[in-house]
Structures are given as structure tokens and as C-alpha cells.
């Protein structure tokens, strides 16, 4: 069972952010199987068959450890278009929070991610008790990076990866603050 405390529902202008429900399956396997080259690159769960993920997807979300994970569907605001996913993940740290995000390949370069990332940000700080949110993607990924440094988040570093991987040996991690995102971002609704 994900946090309660975190929105089953974000608008934004363009964007509606909203968790996984079963029916997403088929938008699911279309969307992701159709930019697999542009994702498995930077995520291991692209590597599985697309016939196996939804299923890995709804075990993860089954796990007691994700119990206070959400992961989120986002779509352009009639729901017509599945544009890629972003979750909201609890990595053992109380007081924190990591985002993490997908991007169907034809959405790309549109600023879909960072408005979504910036508005999942301010509802995880209104939502939680926690002191900063984080962001971990590698180095490489230039686009992923763009996405926290645009909306005022700070590079905490590059540090070696903390749980064996073989596709990377470093993190980039970003970090923002409760008191820096006030600061940043007054007046922001979501």
C-alpha cells in the first residue's frame, strides 16, 4: 500500500499525474515498448520482455519494502497520451524522499518532465515530513540531469553506486531542501 499521505492526483498546465491502475496495462506496453532502445540504456527494468514489466511493475508496488513508494502514470491532461511515469520513493531515510522519471522518447525535449518533476516536488513537500528530496540518475544522462538542475535543485555529487550495478559505477545525485524549495518556488500550487 503506497504513502497515503502523497496525492492520488497532480495537474498541472499540460499534465496529469495519477498512479497506475490496471486498465494503464495496454497504454503501458505501447508506450514503453515503442522507445525501449531510449530507455534501456539508462534503466535496468527496460531490459525485462515488455510482456513481463507491467507484471514486475504491480510486484515492486506488492513489495512490504515499497510500501511507501507511489509510482505515477503521466499523461497530458485528457488522458489520451501516455507520456511516461515518475515515482516518488522511500530509499530507507525518514526524512527524505527520492523522484524518479521515465520519458516516452517522442516527449522529449518538450519540458513535460521538468514541470511534472517541479510539481511532484512542492506535493511531496506539502504531503511529507521530510527535509529534502533527491534525485539519482547517471552521469551520462544529460537529460536527465537537466530536469533537477532546471527547477533549482543542487548537485550533491558523483559518487560510486552503493548497491553493485553493471551498467554504471557512479551516481549523480541532486538534492533539494524543504527550505530551499520555499525559498525557490513561493506560490506555487499544485
Not at 71 to 82: I, K, M, P, S, V
Request: glycine residues 6%; aromatic residues 8%; hydrophobic residues 40%.
Amino acid at each position: 500500500m503506497p504513502d497515503p499521505s502523497l496525492p492520488s492526483l497532480l495537474t498541472t498546465a499540460r499534465l496529469r499525474l495519477r498512479p497506475w491502475v490496471p486498465e494503464d496495462r495496454p497504454a503501458y506496453e505501447k508506450t514503453v515498448g515503442q522507445c525501449l532502445d531510449h530507455l534501456s540504456r539508462w534503466l535496468p527494468w527496460a531490459r525485462v520482455p515488455i510482456e513481463n514489466q507491467w507484471d514486475s511493475l504491480e510486484e515492486f508496488q506488492r513489495r512490504p519494502e515499497s510500501a511507501h513508494d507511489l509510482l505515477y502514470a503521466l499523461f497530458d491532461t485528457g488522458e489520451t497520451e501516455l507520456l511516461g511515469g515518475v515515482g516518488v520513493h522511500h530509499r530507507g531515510n525518514a526524512e527524505e524522499r527520492e523522484i524518479g522519471y521515465w520519458l516516452h522518447s517522442g516527449a522529449v525535449n518538450r519540458g513535460y518532465m521538468t514541470e511534472a518533476v517541479l510539481a511532484m516536488t512542492t506535493a511531496v513537500f506539502a504531503a511529507l515530513p521530510v527535509t529534502a528530496v533527491t534525485i539519482v540518475c547517471d552521469p551520462l544522462n544529460e537529460r536527465s540531469a537537466a530536469v533537477p538542475k532546471r527547477i533549482g535543485y543542487a548537485l550533491a555529487g558523483i559518487f560510486p553506486v552503493s548497491v553493485p550495478n553493471p551498467d554504471r559505477t557512479e551516481n549523480m545525485i541532486w538534492r533539494t531542501t524543504r527550505e530551499a524549495w520555499r525559498r525557490l518556488h513561493t506560490g506555487i500550487v499544485v
